[in-house]
């Protein structure tokens, strides 16, 4: 009897993997899993895990804790549709339909590689997967409801083997029909992540595979804006307003095979060094399908070519690395040499007479260095390198150098220069499509150069952070109001500074944040607003005798005036105003919520766009594509710890 109960009580153990709110936290205590019988009665010794036991990192970072908080930044991340906050950012009226950037960023995965800037908003690089380590099965759920119909959930279901094996499983399905004709949204993506540590933490891997789809009908926005804004009730059901394109869907496929192993040959602290091989193949194909030519885009015969409806752009990266780290817990070097295969192609050759390549490959050599070092628990230098040259798409190098130091305690700076020069996104350097105009070779481009200074400040007055950040772009690279890619003779120049805080009198709490930006030359080649806002004005206490925690505001975002670049389904880029565009913004988009924490799950309840009951929509992602109306966002996060 006695042994029965102990295996009761061992088994109810790992059903409650948190006992307290107050463990929760973003960094992982030396201490981990509770004793809660030594076994000095029995030969079986129990354990009672705790949060710290649950844990999580990418392959170049420090662990964390699965963060089960009810923070201010939640209800900006979990009411979106890739649970990544939006702001520098407005969304398409479907979820799932991408985002227009308002904010000059750069995204690393577009080098040397085919990413369309609209695909790019869930697309997970090498150094965003996460792997695991728990200390019993493990699973997470995020749901959203869609537009119109559909749905969206990601879940996580993740276990450790032993004690020096984990593997997980992640997958993401979004379906949402939308509002407007020809708007359906169908993404997807699964990740197979596994990593283990030998016994005697000689060996450690880190491998995954990813495949991810964002599949989107694409209907070139509302034909005739006007019956939109005349706030005519015939058109109040966004069904029966037209629109540009009945016949057109885009599709993106991103796989990735990505394996790294490390070995220590000398069990000596005085030799703490590592061999290390890092071994990656991935893919990237976009389409553009057509059941039929589409009149939005030519008036004669003599516009098209002989060529499929439907066009099909690759590129393939196959990555091979070899480097040797010295690795001490406050000085890490890493230097490596690598080899890359880089294709760039078309699923059919456009006829001869206009002179563009089928596929345009090369090997590449290269060299990477990372260099780590912190002293004092004061003062941290991140620096990366990344260098490879080829005959077919030229040099690339890329450094990033981060400096992270506290003056005063309590204060703590943040400085940053990285530069990088490259191609221009593969997606800009060719295309084919059966529209005559369309087709294009940007040939002997000059690599894109982009400098970037900044950092910011966080002080303990009012959790608050200011941010200023510097870009000097030369060869900016871009396209025109026809859809042709172009780079700039003279260097874009972009400031940026801003701030955000939180102003709290009881349980009653205010946080805004705010960006100020202007591109100091070539202002026409980036349009962009001058100023983004957002606030969030909100109520957060325990409930129900502590049982549960209720958060509950307004929070409104607001962009300026500006005379805003145009979608281009047939690319999925933003391409510059012609002269019949106008501008957008100008228009606040208030959302009211509630949320609920009970234990660890979170329920989401949030009115969208609350303005528009009362008052016109007026608002815009792009000219054509208004903003979504009114509606009821519903989500879910729940963590289960068996």
Known sequence: MKYFLLCILFCNSFLIAQVVNKTDSNRVKPQDTLVIDSGTKDSLTIFKPTIYDYTYQTQFSEKKIFDTTLTHNKTFIFSQYNNRDNFGKIQFANIGSGYQPLVYEVNPEQNLSLLPTNKSFMILGIKEVKYYDVKTPTTAFIYHNSVSSGAALQSTYTQNIGKNFNFAVEYMGLRSLGVYQYNLASNNNIVFSGHYTSKNNKYEAFAHYLHQNVNNQENGGVSDISLFLDGNSNFSNRLNLPV????????????????????????????????????????????????????????????????????????????????????????????????????????????????????????????????????????????????????????????????????????????????????????????????????????????????????????KWFKSSVFANYFRIDNYTYLDADAQPQQSSSSLNISQIGGEATFSYGNFHLNPKVLFQSAIENKDLLPMPNFIGRANLFWQSKAFKKAAEIQAGIKVYYFSKFASREYFPVLNEFILPNANSYSIGGQPIADVYFNLKVKRMFFFIEAQHLNTTFMQNKSFTAPNYPIYDFRLNLGIVWYLFS
């Open 244 to 459: 540009n394109l009945t016949a057109s869907d885009s599709r993106f496929s991103y796989r990735r095979y990505y394996f790294s192993q490390q070995f220590r040959p000398f069990s000596s602290e005085k030799f703490p060094f590592k061999i290390r091989h890092t071994i990656y193949h991935q893919g990237n194909k976009y389409y553009y399908n057509q059941s039929s030519a589409e009149g939005y885009y030519y008036t004669d015969a003599v516009d098209l070519i002989d060529y499929p409806l439907s066009s099909k752009k690759y590129s393939e990266n196959l990555s091979n690395t070899v480097s040797v780290l010295f690795d001490k817990e406050h000085f890490k070097l890493d230097a490596g040499v690598r080899h890359q295969l880089i294709k760039l192609g078309m699923g059919t050759a456009l006829p001869d007479a206009l002179n563009i390549p089928q596929e345009r490959s090369e090997n590449r050599i290269g060299a990477v260095g990372n260099l780590e070092i912190k002293l004092w628990n004061k003062v941290a230098l991140n620096s990366n390198l990344e260098f490879s040259n080829g005959t077919e798409f030229g040099s690339f190098l890329r450094s990033q150098n981060l400096l992270k130091f506290e003056p005063i305690e309590g204060y703590f700076v943040n400085a940053k220069v990285n530069f990088q020069t490259a191609s221009p996104s593969f997606n800009l350097l060719m295309n084919p499509s059966i529209y005559k105009k369309f087709n294009y070779n940007l040939q002997n481009p000059s690599n894109e150069s982009i400098t970037e200074i900044g950092g910011d400040i966080n002080l």
